[in-house]
């Protein structure tokens, strides 16, 4: 597997790393077994978050033994001193090891967020500290937003940043990649294929080639599929003419009209999940049903009818989405295919 350098960090890291946001949902023993394949074939780079409820304890569990063969990526939403620390230990408890080679400042995704990350005596200096006493080596940043992302990189603070980039999205390859190269600052693509929205790997990976100095973040739910994956990022075929025409086929059917997963919209004053409601589509066709039908997904679907219309969200969601239309259009769908699933399985 070809290896890049990661920034400032120096770093020397595969091409692709495992992301760890699809592990939450598989039986144990598969999501350990979804971390070991992948270490065999030579992605030691794998990123976490606390906010992916069991994924940093089953990698925990996944690299016993070898956690020397392997750089550990972790993350912290919070936005507190007490909170970042407790978020750290708990990283470090969960992953079972006494260091976190990348720990990065997830979500920041406006300037006042990235202000409070900064600010004296604050979370970045919580991080410092900890990285002066060994227990993390290097100091990232994760943002859904690009001007966000390019203000974090201009502060000279991190030496990596994580943004998504995609044949969808494709804005950070001209605004953000340019920067980073020149700040030395190692970029890290989650949502490669838009967060499941797209559904052809050939596609998606064939236009990542074009980007081989970032190391692209791959998430995966069944044993097999990153070799698969891996077979297309090594391969050396061009894209086709036939594949360049569906690419802007997917672009022009998906517009700028779908859910990026960002969460700008929230907070919710009724509490609804809309992201993840926005994210029901590809969970019919991904996920196990009993899993979607029985558990929290059906929550969040039924405060769908808890709505009262305020417009917030839509008018902090930077697409311009229809939210509330949208939302209660995939709640219709969803029931629809609950009832069929729960009168067939009766
Ligand atoms: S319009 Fe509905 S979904 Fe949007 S913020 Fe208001 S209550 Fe929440
Ligand atoms: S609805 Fe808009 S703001 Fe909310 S997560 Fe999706 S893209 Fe982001």
């Known amino acids: 597997m070809k290896k890049i350098r990661l920034g400032k960090t120096d770093l020397m890291v595969p091409q692709i790393g495992f992301g760890g946001i699809p592990i939450q949902t ?7 077994s979804l971390v070991r394949d992948s270490l065999d074939l030579g992605i030691n780079f794998i990123d976490t978050s606390r906010m992916y409820t069991n994924s940093e304890e089953r990698i925990g569990k ?12 972790s993350k912290s939403a919070s936005r507190t001193t007490d909170a970042v620390e ?9 992953l079972q090891t006494d260091y976190i080679d990348l720990y990065q ?5 406006t300037s006042e967020d990235l202000q409070a990350v900064l600010a004296p005596g604050g979370p970045l200096d919580v991080v410092r500290t900890a990285r002066d006493k060994g227990r993390i080596r290097h100091i990232g940043i994760t943002s859904h937003r690009l001007s966000v ?5 201009l502060t000279g603070h991190f030496e990596t940043v994580m943004v998504a980039l995609n044949f969808v999205n494709t804005e950070a390859a001209d605004e953000l990649l340019p920067l980073a190269k020149d700040r030395d600052v190692g970029v890290i693509i989650m949502k490669p294929m ?26 995966i739910a069944r044993r097999g599929e990153m070799k698969e994956i891996l077979d297309i990022v090594q391969a050396t075929d061009p894209i086709t003419p036939e594949e360049e025409k569906e690419m ?5 059917e998906l517009g700028t009209g779908f859910c990026r997963m960002c969460n700008y919209c929230q907070p919710c004053p009724q509490k609804i999940m809309i992201s993840a409601i926005m994210y029901t589509q590809v969970a019919l066709k991904r996920f196990d049903p009993e899993r979607i039908f029985t558990g929290e997904w059906d929550s969040f679907m039924n405060k769908i009818e808890d709505c009262v219309d305020c417009g917030k969200c839509e008018e902090r969601c930077p697409y311009q989405l229809p939210i509330r239309e949208r939302i209660r259009e995939l709640g219709t769908r969803y029931f629809a295919a609950r009832d069929a699933y729960m009168a067939q399985s009766k």
């Open 149 to 153: 992302a390019k203000e974090a990189i």
């Open 194 to 219: 838009a967060g499941g929205m797209l559904e052809n790997p050939a596609l998606s990976f064939k236009y990542l080639r074009r980007f081989p100095d970032v190391l692209t973040l791959i998430g």
């Open 26 to 32: 598989p039986p144990e023993e598969t999501a350990i």
């Open 86 to 94: 407790a978020d750290l230990e708990t990283s470090l408890g969960n």
């Open 62 to 73: 996944a690299i016993q033994g070898r956690r020397q063969d392997v750089y550990l990526a």
């Open 105 to 109: 400042f997830h979500n920041v995704s």
């Open 248 to 252: 802007d086929r997917i672009r022009d």
